[in-house]
């Protein structure tokens, strides 16, 4: 099976967040490269979260399943992936950047004599290879990695880095692959699956979010643009010393140390852009940013800017909302 193999996450037949934005990614990867696209549901309700992928473009959707992958172990997983990778032979295997997959994929990739490249953030085709750019020091440096050696070659991608609206729709059959596993081969034991810490509010699935930063002065002030996130309809988030300072509870903060967005539309208020804030906000479709600052960095990755104070700006853009 030379081609583009996506690994999807799901838990009780219901896929991951993140798992469309990783076939996007191969998607993306297959058109570039004239590979076809090839998926695999690893574990207990493989089924029912594969039969929700045959609407989009894919040669086909592996399911992996067996009764010792029933509870996930990072023993179980690397071993029937690996198998799988065997038997077909993919040019790279392409992963979401998930805790889950953060524990079992170096792990596949040993057993595979492979590195991992994790955390991709993008890509370029050249030659018919693939080079993938991943980030180092919280954003600060964009490194091109290329792959060497025998396929097949392994990477994750981050968080909002491609899109799940992106995807080409299309038609693909579903196949069962059961691994050879045995119960002594499990050294692992199950226990509680890890759930991400309890948050009043998923900025991840915000259509509209509305940001703060410093530019807003005090603490006081954030009910201006807590104002224009309502008359928006959005979520309220802000950069980390806004959140550090207790204005707003971390888990509103976006950035490298806080959560990663990528909604239809991300409004930024009074902040200037540090490269720790533009990684957690970078894959949003349309950026507008207010600051008066003209060389804020914002403005380099913003689609509109409006150079001015918030104090003006955002009162006058609440009242042109409510007409």
Known sequence: MSGILVVLEQRDGKLHKMALEALAAGQQFGAELNLPVFAAVPGSGAEAAAQSLTGWKIAKI?????????????DGYSLALGQLIAAHQPDYVVFPHTYQVRDFAPKLATSLSRVLVSDVVGHRTAN???TAVRQLFQGKINADVTFSGAAPHLLSVQAGAWRADKLEAGSAPVEAFTPELK???IRTKPLEMFRESARAVDLGAADIIVSVGRGIREAENIAIVQGLADALGAELAASRPICDNGWLPMERQVGSSGQTVAPKMYLAVGISGAIQHLVGMKGSKTIVAINKDPEAPIFEVADYGIVGDLFQVVPALIDELKK
């Not at 592996?62 to 990072?74: F, G, Q």
Request: no cysteine; proline share 11%.
């Open 62 to 74: 592996h399911t992996v399943d067996h009764p010792l992958l029933k509870d996930y172990t990072p």
């Open 128 to 130: 018919g290879s693939l």
């Open 183 to 185: 119960a002594e081969q």
